[in-house]
């Protein structure tokens, strides 16, 4: 099982939809989570991390199960800037490599 | 805002050529990452570094080295440029912390080897 999983999409979804992404990790002893946005031939970029008891912001709702091992993000009332690859990180520690661990990420593409 | 820089955002070199890839933080972050992207494998972490003069090897450090001389500067190295080594090279810096501060990136720089 990959470390971190994605569903590569695309997702392509109207204006003003509300579109979800989940997001699979393998090491339970995970602690961090994150997601970014990343815009054709640019960098990633923080979107919001993602806490324990879920949060929000703005249009943006993220959630994290532990149980269950996964991460989603929510969108609400999308709009056409919204397109991008939205990438799911989530940091392990110990050994070699305490950093992040980086999906490959969900291409997202929303229409007028 | 952080600004991690990179030194160029296109570049292009020969095979066998030595290509130095520079990256800047202006936030005096001590943790600092070279990352390539290819389509489909995602990213893929090269080296990183904790400290001044720390390195430690990601995923694929092979024909990559590093070099951390000062804590803002953290410069990837290809020894022997090959056409395998054509790609988006992404630096990345963060705070201390157990690397459980997010990371910062700069603009990339588009490597081909001809």
């Known amino acids: 099982r990959k470390e971190v999983e994605q569903d590569p999409g695309p997702f392509n979804v109207p204006e003003g939809a509300t579109v979800a992404f989940n997001c699979t990790y393998s090491n339970s002893a995970s602690q961090s989570f994150f997601w970014y946005r990343q815009d054709c031939r640019k960098e990633p970029k923080l979107l919001m991390s993602v806490y324990s008891s879920g949060n929000e912001d703005g249009r943006f709702t993220a959630q994290l199960n532990r149980a269950s091992q996964y991460i989603s993000l929510l969108i609400r009332d999308s709009k056409l800037s919204d397109s991008a690859t939205y990438l799911c990180v989530v940091t392990n520690y110990g050994g070699s490599q305490g950093n992040l661990i980086f999906g490959k990420g969900t291409k997202l593409s929303v229409k007028p | ?114």
């Open chain 2, 1 to 114: 805002d952080v600004k991690v820089t990179q030194s160029s955002r296109y570049l292009v070199k020969r095979t066998g050529e030595k290509v130095f890839l520079e990256c800047v933080q202006d936030m005096d972050h001590e943790n600092m990452f070279w990352y390539r992207q290819d389509p489909g494998l995602g990213l893929r972490l090269i080296y990183f570094s904790y400290d001044v003069k720390m390195k430690e090897k990601g995923d694929i450090p092979e024909g990559y080295s590093v070099s951390r001389e000062k804590k803002e500067r953290f410069s990837l190295i290809l020894e022997s440029a090959s056409t395998n080594q054509t790609s988006m090279y992404l630096c990345a810096s963060s705070l201390a912390g157990h690397f459980n501060q997010p990371q910062h990136f700069g603009d990339g720089t588009r490597l081909s080897i001809l």
